[in-house]
């Protein structure tokens, strides 16, 4: 069907304006008018940006605009591709390598992302932690996912553990399974024995109790509140020292 004269005029324009006159036709286009503008030559940084501060924007689209040039070139296209809640998942993906490390976090933290986009900025965080400065790393751990939280807890320095116990999105089960590792020394041990919020949790205790790096000042300080059952399921641990079993067998026998 023939167009009409007004929309044929639009269309006209979304291919040959230049500059304001074609951020002006984007601010106020219709989706269809849109994919016409991501045609025209005179497309640049700014109109991605303006485009993409659209809600109504198509899988199709976004993946066009994935494979602009200007995409290829720009950060800040980058970033607001990433960003937009329709972006196809493939095209995601190939995006986040690119962003940078506390604009991941923050991908991360966005309200309403769908989990597997949020799992893969997750793990694009992790596989940089090795190469990560330590004060970058302390400041991530301030906000840090559960997931990220883990992945710093493996690392054991006294430093990160401090600001990680801080954070309330750390997960018991996380600190539980660093308890139990060889990642664990006395110093980390020592600093969630010593935290209000962690000391006190039954499951904690015991992996600290357990773990032959805890020092003997713990034992001396909990073992006088443990109930006879829990004395004799602790002395039955293959890690305990030598020196932790005997602190155990004399509370066991007053």
């Not at 659209?54 to 607001?80: P, W």
């Not at 935290?195 to 909990?222: D, G, H, M």
Request: charged residues 25%; aromatic residues 4%.
């Amino acid at each position: 069907m023939p167009l009409d004269t007004a929309v044929a005029e639009q269309f006209e324009k979304a291919l040959t304006s230049t500059g304001e006159e074609l951020m002006i036709l984007i601010q106020q286009a219709s989706p269809e008018i849109i994919q016409t503008a991501l045609r025209n030559r005179a497309l640049d940084e700014n109109h991605l940006l303006e485009i993409l501060g659209r809600q109504d924007l198509a899988e199709e689209q976004l993946k066009r605009i994935c494979h602009l040039n200007i995409t290829e070139s720009s950060h800040k296209v980058k970033l607001a591709v990433a960003r937009h809640k329709n972006t196809p998942p493939h095209e995601l993906l190939k995006i986040l390598p690119h962003l940078y490390l506390f604009e991941l976090l923050n991908f991360c933290l966005l309200v309403g992302i769908a989990p597997d986009q949020k799992l893969a900025a997750e793990r694009t965080i992790i596989q940089r932690l090795p190469m990560t400065p330590l004060g970058n790393k302390l400041t991530l751990a301030r906000r840090a996912t559960p997931l990220i939280l883990e992945a710093l807890l493996k690392e054991g320095d006294p430093r990160l553990i401090e600001i990680c116990l801080l954070n309330p999105k750390l997960k018991e089960g996380a600190l539980f399974q660093f308890l139990r590792s060889g990642a664990a020394t006395a110093e980390t041990i020592s600093l969630v024995a010593r935290n209000p919020r962690w000391q006190n949790k039954p499951n904690i205790r015991e992996a600290i109790l357990s773990n032959p790096k805890t020092p003997l000042i713990w034992f001396t300080l909990w073992l006088s509140g443990m109930k006879t059952t829990d004395l004799n399921r602790l002395i039955t641990s293959n890690r305990l020292t030598i020196q932790q079993k005997n602190a155990v067998n004399e509370r066991l026998k007053r």
